[in-house]
């Protein structure tokens, strides 16, 4: 079974080019509009996304940004939404291949614990280190979530299998290319917003984009788990 298209929950979704163009970096000042209005926001209020399933959810600060300060609020969020939230430990994010022992073992330990797959949420360079983590060891995840995070031509041409994406992308972004933060193929959503790539972090929409996708494969899960206990085989694809 498929997550619901894009269209279907009227959410913009197309085939992005290899070229875009980044906003001056100076736009990046309307970040501050987007950390003051997230707290009085439906998304934040928990009145517009589903509640969550209990399920983990590992959540990475990006380039120069901490655990400590940078995901405090949406992993607080996440919590009062019924995730169970996880900090990767990492106090100032310098690299992927820096970081990437630390949080491959953090995730092994929660998958460990909770004995849940994991979904996995990064912030621009935070989500190309949690694409390597989750193809490193792709059977304890369920999904990957990547805010404003380009992709490669590598990337591009071997996608994850078996996992559900959402890549997020604002094209005011005055910081990476917005046109290569995104990827077609299937199990795949990629959904703009409006805000800037330093605010994302405390932007409502991209709260609401994320609620509502790991709702979805909160919901992909539980119809995957019930149909190993019938009798008979179900093609998922029937599904």
């Given at each position: 079974m498929a997550l619901a298209p894009a269209s279907e929950r009227g959410i913009h979704s197309e085939a992005l080019p290899l070229?875009?163009?980044?906003?001056?970096?100076w736009s990046?000042?309307?970040?501050?509009?987007e950390f003051l209005e997230l707290p009085v926001s439906e998304e934040w209020n928990y009145n517009e996304v589903p509640p969550g399933d209990g399920s983990p959810v590992l959540v990475l600060p990006g380039f120069s940004e901490s655990d400590f300060m940078h995901t405090v609020p949406i992993r607080s969020w996440l919590g009062g939404l019924g995730y169970?939230?996880?900090s990767s430990g990492i106090s100032l994010f310098l690299a992927p291949n820096i970081h990437f022992t630390q949080v491959d073992r953090v995730s092994r330990d929660i998958f460990e614990k909770e004995g849940i797959k994991i979904n996995i949420v990064g912030h621009s360079m935070g989500g190309v280190l949690a694409r390597r983590i989750v193809r490193n060891n792709?059977?304890?995840?369920?999904?990957?979530?990547?805010?404003?995070t380009p992709f490669t031509q590598e990337e591009r041409g071997r996608p994850l299998e078996g996992i559900k994406q959402l890549n997020v992308y604002t094209k005011d972004d005055g910081v990476v290319n917005w046109s290569r933060c995104s990827i077609d193929g299937e199990n795949i959503q990629n959904e703009e917003i409006h805000g800037t790539h330093s605010g994302?972090?405390?932007?409502?929409l991209m709260y609401g984009a994320l609620g509502n996708f790991l709702a979805e494969v909160s919901k992909y899960e539980e119809i995957e788990a019930a149909k190993k206990r019938l009798p008979f085989p179900v093609s998922s694809k029937a599904a």
């Open positions: 070229q875009g163009g980044i906003k001056p970096f990046e000042a309307n970040a501050v509009r169970s939230p996880h792709p059977k304890i995840f369920r999904s990957v979530v990547t805010i404003s994302e972090l405390w932007n409502h």
